[in-house]
């Protein structure tokens, strides 16, 4: 019986299978290390203190609601709740519409500083409004008088998220064939009604996935509104760290709490998921 030639065809397609499995458990893995946590915190909200003590690693046994049951009827979650929307809302508004019309001269004009201008907002991307927080703060609190508003937080988180959002933006504007523009203002446009009735239904996708990182970004932010905002300002991320120093014995309610305070964003995230995807894609396209 002879035996069979293994050909080098075989061999690469063998090989490919091999790294194909790899880059699943690789994928598995970190999909693991990163819902272990979320997962472990929502089943922990079904529990009692007594099953967390007893059995850390458990599932519930019985189910238990009491803790969530708890944490939405007090006031305070939904007072948290209200202003993590509003200032994530105005966030989202601003950064989307600054964002538009920045990118919108970067990519339709010609200009001498264009590529220049358009690299500020790059090496933007570089700096965290961390290293700014303190001269973020005094000028808030004492040059603007926006201290413990909505406004006073939005205003720096959409100024920091418009670096991300001119970057994605430019390629979608760029992208759009100016022959549309020739066609519009032979028809009699002018360029801000191109811009309006044109221009901004064709860059949606872009729009959309840099409004849903920005509302993510917003609602998940911790250390502005931590310095600016006091008392019933205070959003969920502050509410969050309230509700575990207030009720520090009550790790089933930490739990609850913490489930709840980002339910909102991840349902919003995974339902424009698909949108976020295809803006990304159309800006590395573009």
């Given at each position: 019986m002879s035996a069979v030639p293994v050909t080098r065809g075989s061999r690469e397609g063998s090989g490919r299978r091999e790294g194909g499995v790899l880059v699943y458990l690789a994928a598995l893995l970190v999909v693991i290390i990163t819902l272990g946590p979320v997962l472990y915190a929502v089943l922990g909200g079904f529990?009692?203190?007594?099953?967390?003590?007893?059995?850390?690693?458990?599932?519930?046994?019985?189910?238990?609601?009491?803790?969530?049951?708890?944490?939405?009827?007090?006031?305070?979650?939904?007072?948290?709740?209200?202003?993590?929307?509003?200032?994530?809302?105005?966030?989202?508004?601003?950064?989307?519409?600054?964002?538009?019309?920045?990118?919108?001269?970067?990519?339709?004009?010609?200009?001498?500083?264009?590529?220049?201008?358009?690299?500020?907002?790059?090496?933007?991307?570089?700096?965290?409004?961390?290293?700014?927080?303190?001269?973020?703060?005094?000028?808030?609190?004492?040059?603007?008088?926006?201290?413990?508003?909505?406004?006073?937080v939005a205003l720096p988180q959409a100024a920091f998220a418009l670096p991300m959002t001119i970057v994605i933006l430019r390629p979608f504007l760029m992208a759009i064939p100016r022959e549309l523009e020739e066609a519009a203002t032979v028809d009699g446009a002018s360029r801000l009604q191109f811009f309006w009735r044109i221009l901004l239904p064709l860059s949606a996708p872009g729009a959309i996935t840099v409004g849903v990182l920005a509302f993510v970004g917003s609602w998940n932010a911790y250390l502005l509104p931590l310095l600016l905002l006091r008392g019933d300002m205070k959003t969920l991320p502050l509410g969050v760290a309230d509700f575990s120093s207030q009720y520090s014995s009550d790790t089933a309610g930490v739990f609850a709490f913490t489930t709840l305070a980002m339910i909102p964003a991840l349902i919003f995230f995974l339902a424009m998921q698909k949108r976020i995807v295809s803006g990304l894609q159309g800006a590395v396209k573009g």
């Open positions: 529990r009692s203190n007594a099953q967390l003590a007893a059995d850390p690693a458990g599932l519930p046994d019985p189910w238990l609601l009491d803790s969530y049951r708890r944490v939405v009827t007090e006031g305070a979650f939904w007072t948290y709740a209200l202003n993590s929307v509003a200032v994530a809302v105005i966030t989202t508004v601003v950064t989307v519409v600054l964002g538009l019309m920045a990118a919108y001269p970067l990519a339709r004009y010609q200009f001498r500083w264009r590529e220049p201008l358009f690299m500020v907002f790059v090496v933007g991307l570089l700096f965290p409004a961390t290293v700014a927080i303190i001269p973020l703060f005094i000028l808030v609190t004492r040059d603007l008088s926006l201290g413990n508003t909505w406004w006073g």
